[in-house]
Structure formats: C-alpha cells, structure tokens
C-alpha cells in the first residue's frame, strides 16, 4: 500500500537517480526525445522500487539503442528493442498511435508524437511521461496524478475495454495490486466487457501476468467477482497455491507457482484435462509409499501442485523423498544373475523399487534379493 506522503512529484528527480544504470540511461539520451512512460513512472511516484522500465522515443530508436549497446529488433508490427544496463531492463519503443479496425482485434500502428503515445494507453496512471534528456518534470496529460493520489483506476476514453477487452484483466491487477478502486464510468464500462472478442491466447497471456502478482488470488477473485470470466475454483486454487509455496520449500524447489496458478484458471480443452487429472489425484488416499510415488511418477509438476492445493497431502512425501529415491540395481545384475531377457526383468526390477519406497529393504544386496525371487516366480 502507497501513502499519500509518498506520491510526491517534486521527488522524481531524486527517485530518478536512485535507478541503478540510469545515468549510462540519461547519457545516451541527450539530445533526443526519449521518455520515461507508464508503469516505472507510476511506481516511482509511489516510491515503489523497479527493475523493468519502458521507455519512449519520439524518431527513430535505433540511435538510443545503439547508444546503449543494445540489440535492436525489428518488430513487424513496430520497432523495439531490448536493453540490460546496470540493473535496470529497458524495453524502447518509438512512440504511436493506434487505431482498431474492429473490437478485440490487434491495433494497427503507426509512429506519432509523445502525446498521441500517452492518449493510447490503458489506464491514466499509466499514461504519464517523465523527460530522460533535460529536467525530469512529470508530463500528465490525463491526470494520472489525481487519480494516483484518489486510488483510482481509470480509463482514458469510453471506449477502452471494446478496443481491447485485455485492460479488463489488466483493471483486475492493478487493483489487487495496488489495492485501488475503479472509478465509477471504469466500472461501468468494464462490466460490459466482452472477452470473447479476443483470442484464446490473449486472454491466456493476460491470465499468465496475473499468474505473476505476488498475489494473483486477489486479481482473480476481482476477474470473477466481475463477471469477466467463468474461473469455478480457480481464485480459490491460486490462494491454496500461495499459502503452500509460501511455507512448503520443497514444493518451491519442485514446481514453478506461476506455472500452477495459470492452469489453475487457463482456458482451454489442455488445461481443463490437467485440472480433472489433478481432481482425480485429490481424490485418493494412496495406502503405500509405493502406492503415491506410483500414483504421482509422471504427472507435470504444476498438475501434481494443483492436487495437493485441492487437498492431496500425501503428494508432500512424494515431493519432498519418494520421487529421489532410487534403485542401486540395474537389468544387467538380474541378466548376469541368470533371469532371460523379457518381462521378468521389468517384473524383478519394479517389485525391488516397490520394496525401496515402502522401506522394506535398505541395501544392494536385499534389493536384488528381491528383484530375483519376483523374476523367477512363474
């Protein structure tokens, strides 16, 4: 949470210094139009700390990008590129406007000045500007400033949600995020969203950056709560998730949270098969050791932390030893022990793992004892 104290403009300049790489930045900058936009510019007005930033240029961006030693990659859609200075991550693009030939669809873009770029954006608290060559003094066409100040999400025109129905998810993290409210005609316009305009992907890909919030159950809570999407017991699913990576290290060490938390609520006949696989998982009480690490072997990690998130606690003894436990016997030891190549070998071998996992045996010599006496029964 941000305080009022905090969303001070005046403080910019030194909240500017403190970016590690933003003087090498700031060099490579003069004398061109080159911007700090969007998101690092809300975070630095809530004394919020960033690593990624985004920066604008009006003209050609391949000079700044050169400057810097970065990678220029020519977009087909627009010209970007990708720069590591210090620590800071930079994304430049040259600015644009945007027209969408039809609701939901990818916009067609062409280069513009810096206030057709801010006019574009989703929200006014990511549609502000702070000057990289010259005094940094914030440009806030939109408010974005007030709204800061007021909590607030707003779109910038009435028809943002039907040019790209995404800023609805996008709406649902910011809000979680930075616990702020919509404000009213925003939420007015966001309850008529119309997802289904947009490709499967997209929507994932949005449902993926939720993924990634420190608390993606909160956005997703909103997301249903909204009635932009159908999510069942996906909300619920993420904040089980949250709580088990937050104290289990061994499901951190095994699985990827984000990972989770996106099939989790991801559309799609693929994820919809995991999530019953996972279902199906919760269901059962595995009596033996043998009997979980069989149950689990194979499954994605992800389907395996969707289980114990829905309640299969006994997928924690399989993540944390069963699934390290190996044999120290081979199918060569069994053949040199006279068992025929063939099935007796598989036989012999999965019987002394089962012996492993329940703890019946400890050592090479009772695991190929075992292995044995299963190869040779008819």
């Given at each position: 949470?941000?305080?009022?104290?905090?969303?001070?403009?005046?403080?910019?300049?030194?909240?500017?210094?403190?970016?590690e790489?933003?003087e090498?930045?700031?060099?490579?900058?003069?004398?061109?139009?080159?911007?700090?936009?969007?998101?690092?510019v809300?975070?630095?007005?809530?004394?919020?700390?960033?690593?990624?930033?985004?920066?604008?240029?009006?003209?050609?961006?391949?000079?700044?990008?050169?400057?810097?030693?970065?990678?220029?990659?020519?977009?087909e859609?627009?010209?970007?590129?990708?720069?590591?200075v210090?620590?800071?991550?930079?994304?430049?693009?040259?600015?644009?406007?945007?027209?969408?030939?039809?609701?939901?669809?990818?916009?067609?873009?062409?280069?513009?000045?810096?206030?057709?770029d801010?006019?574009?954006?989703?929200?006014?608290?990511?549609?502000?500007?702070?000057?990289?060559?010259?005094?940094?003094?914030?440009?806030?066409?939109?408010?974005?400033?007030?709204?800061?100040?007021?909590?607030?999400?707003?779109?910038l025109h009435?028809?943002?949600?039907?040019?790209?129905?995404?800023?609805?998810?996008?709406?649902?993290?910011?809000?979680?995020r930075?616990?702020?409210?919509?404000?009213?005609?925003t939420?007015?316009?966001?309850?008529?969203t119309?997802?289904?305009?947009?490709?499967?992907?997209?929507?994932?890909?949005?449902?993926?950056?939720?993924a990634?919030?420190?608390?993606?159950?909160?956005?997703?809570?909103?997301?249903?709560?909204?009635?932009?999407?159908?999510?069942g017991?996906?909300?619920?699913?993420?904040?089980?998730?949250?709580?088990?990576?937050?104290?289990?290290?061994?499901?951190?060490?095994f699985?990827?949270?984000?990972?989770?938390?996106?099939?989790?609520v991801?559309?799609?006949?693929?994820?919809?098969?995991?999530?019953?696989?996972?279902?199906?998982?919760?269901?059962v009480?595995?009596a033996?050791?043998?009997?979980?690490?069989?149950?689990?072997?194979?499954?994605?990690a992800?389907?395996?932390?969707?289980?114990?998130?829905a309640?299969?606690?006994?997928?924690?003894?399989?993540?944390?030893?069963?699934?390290?436990?190996?044999?120290?016997?081979?199918?060569?030891?069994?053949?040199?022990?006279?068992?025929?190549?063939?099935?007796?070998?598989?036989?012999?071998?999965?019987?002394?793992?089962?012996?492993?996992?329940?703890?019946?045996?400890?050592?090479?010599?009772?695991?190929?004892?075992?292995?044995?006496?299963?190869?040779?029964e008819?």
């Amino acid at each position: 949470m941000h305080t009022q104290a905090a969303i001070d403009p005046a403080a910019l300049p030194q909240r500017l210094e403190g970016l590690e790489g933003i003087e090498q930045l700031r060099e490579a900058a003069r004398g061109l139009s080159v911007f700090l936009v969007g998101g690092a510019v809300r975070d630095l007005l809530l004394g919020k700390r960033r690593t990624d930033i985004d920066v604008a240029v009006e003209g050609e961006i391949a000079p700044l990008a050169e400057a810097l030693g970065g990678e220029l990659i020519e977009h087909e859609r627009f010209s970007t590129a990708k720069v590591s200075v210090g620590e800071l991550e930079l994304d430049l693009a040259r600015t644009r406007r945007e027209r969408y030939p039809a609701p939901g669809v990818l916009p067609e873009v062409e280069p513009a000045t810096l206030a057709e770029d801010l006019a574009r954006r989703d929200f006014a608290i990511n549609a502000m500007a702070l000057p990289l060559d010259g005094e940094p003094e914030l440009i806030d066409p939109h408010g974005g400033l007030e709204d800061l100040r007021s909590s607030l999400v707003r779109i910038l025109h009435p028809g943002s949600f039907v040019d790209d129905p995404t800023r609805a998810l996008r709406a649902a993290r910011y809000v979680a995020r930075l616990g702020f409210e919509l404000e009213l005609q925003t939420e007015a316009a966001l309850r008529r969203t119309d997802l289904a305009t947009v490709s499967q992907d997209r929507v994932t890909a949005e449902l993926a950056r939720v993924a990634a919030e420190q608390r993606p159950s909160a956005a997703m809570q909103l997301v249903a709560d909204w009635g932009l999407l159908e999510l069942g017991a996906g909300p619920k699913v993420a904040r089980a998730l949250e709580r088990l990576f937050a104290e289990r290290s061994e499901w951190r060490e095994f699985a990827d949270r984000e990972t989770a938390v996106l099939l989790a609520v991801a559309p799609g006949e693929h994820p919809a098969r995991l999530r019953a696989t996972a279902v199906k998982l919760a269901r059962v009480e595995p009596a033996s050791a043998a009997r979980r690490w069989h149950l689990a072997d194979g499954h994605p990690a992800p389907v395996l932390a969707l289980a114990r998130a829905a309640g299969a606690d006994w997928l924690d003894d399989y993540v944390s030893r069963l699934r390290h436990v190996r044999l120290e016997i081979w199918g060569y030891d069994l053949l040199e022990a006279g068992i025929p190549e063939g099935p007796r070998i598989g036989r012999g071998l999965d019987a002394a793992l089962n012996a492993r996992l329940n703890g019946e045996v400890s050592t090479r010599a009772e695991e190929l004892e075992v292995a044995l006496s299963a190869a040779r029964e008819s």
